[in-house]
């Protein structure tokens, strides 16, 4: 589970787009999750407080498979994020909060949740990225589409013969 508006805040790219668009540092960052999410291969869950929004209910959506919580009028994302956490950990289900909120780091902790600092989620993704590139870099060295794949073995043979014969 990531705060949302807490880790826009505490990214200072994220932070710096959402002086101009709150909007496109969401999709910046939803964006970002979205990648870490699949490499991963985890489930996560962003919420954004609307509890300033007078009569919103809570409401959710996707983002390429990235779960979006929109909180309800007087609810705050650690609210919800507390009450989601409550219900839904376990030994068997370890959930991990990202958030730079030193309280509600802690109230999650004493639910049973992990806890990740926003710069630490940061870490985590550009490691992640790195081994993204990594492994397309080396499927492309392995996978690379050559013409001596297609002949037929006979013609590459003879090909092969003449190599040899000009060297």
């Known amino acids: 589970m990531v705060d949302g508006y807490n880790i826009i805040n505490n990214w200072e790219e994220l932070k ?5 668009s709150l909007d496109s540092a969401r999709s910046k960052l939803l964006d970002i999750l ?23 209910m809570e409401k959710h959506e996707f983002y390429n498979n990235v779960e979006i919580v929109y909180t309800k009028e007087f ?24 958030t730079s909120d030193s309280l509600e780091q802690t109230v999650v902790l004493g639910l049973g949740a992990a806890r990740i600092s926003a710069r630490e989620l940061k870490v985590q993704i550009k490691e992640a990225s790195n081994k993204m590139d990594k492994n397309h870099i080396n499927r492309l060295k392995h996978d690379r589409n050559l013409l001596e794949h297609h002949l037929d073995p006979v013609v590459a043979e003879k090909l092969e013969r003449i190599r040899r014969q000009r060297h």
């Open 75 to 98: 609810e705050s994302a650690d609210n919800y994020i507390e009450r989601f956490v409550a219900e839904n950990s376990s030994e068997d289900n370890i959930i991990r909060v990202a």
């Open 34 to 56: 979205s990648n870490y999410q699949a490499f991963r291969g985890i489930k996560v869950t962003v919420v954004f407080d609307a509890h300033y929004v007078k009569n919103s």
């Open 16 to 20: 710096e787009e959402s002086k101009h």
